[in-house]
């Protein structure tokens, strides 16, 4: 049967919420601490969990222009958090990975991130956090494969 579009529309509100206020939180430790857009910091976090990847590869995941990930590449690469090297099929292409500095950078992040959430849920009874996050990966999941769908029609 589904959602009725009120509940519908009020998890998007919500999400929306919850997005705002993420990046509210990134914005201040990033531009604080590092002077960095937050989307950047994403785009480091993203690349240390996939691994080395093409910039392409990211943009793709990311569903944006390869031209923004490259601007975020560059600010990331200038700031020593990233390091390139041509791709060994294709020396036109370049892969991309955290360096070592990045990793630090990013340890220190979740740090300050988890303290964040971890004060802001106290009193959340124990399993209602993990019962969220599987929910919403469980919503994550079926919305992008509703997204790919209405937007690469065969």
Not at 10 to 38: S, Y
Not at 59 to 84: F, N, P
Not at 144 to 151: F, M, Q, S, V, Y
């Amino acid at each position: 049967m589904g959602p009725t579009d009120e509940a519908a529309l009020e998890l998007v509100r919500q999400l929306k919420v919850n997005a705002q206020l993420q990046q509210a939180w990134t914005t201040h430790l990033w531009q604080t601490q590092n002077g960095l857009h937050p989307a950047s910091a994403w785009l480091l976090a993203e690349l240390a969990q996939l691994g080395e990847s093409r910039p392409s590869e990211l943009a793709k995941r990311r569903m944006v222009d390869v031209s923004v990930v490259s601007r975020q590449v560059a600010q990331l690469t200038a700031a020593g958090l990233i390091e390139r090297r041509p791709a060994p099929e294709d020396g036109r292409a370049a892969l991309i990975r955290v360096s070592e500095r990045g990793e630090e950078e990013l340890l220190h992040w979740r740090r300050q991130y988890t303290d964040f959430l971890t004060d802001a849920l106290a009193d959340w009874a124990p399993g209602e956090l993990d019962a969220l996050t599987e929910r919403l990966k469980m919503a994550n999941e079926s919305l992008r494969g509703t997204l790919a769908k209405r937007t690469n029609p065969r």
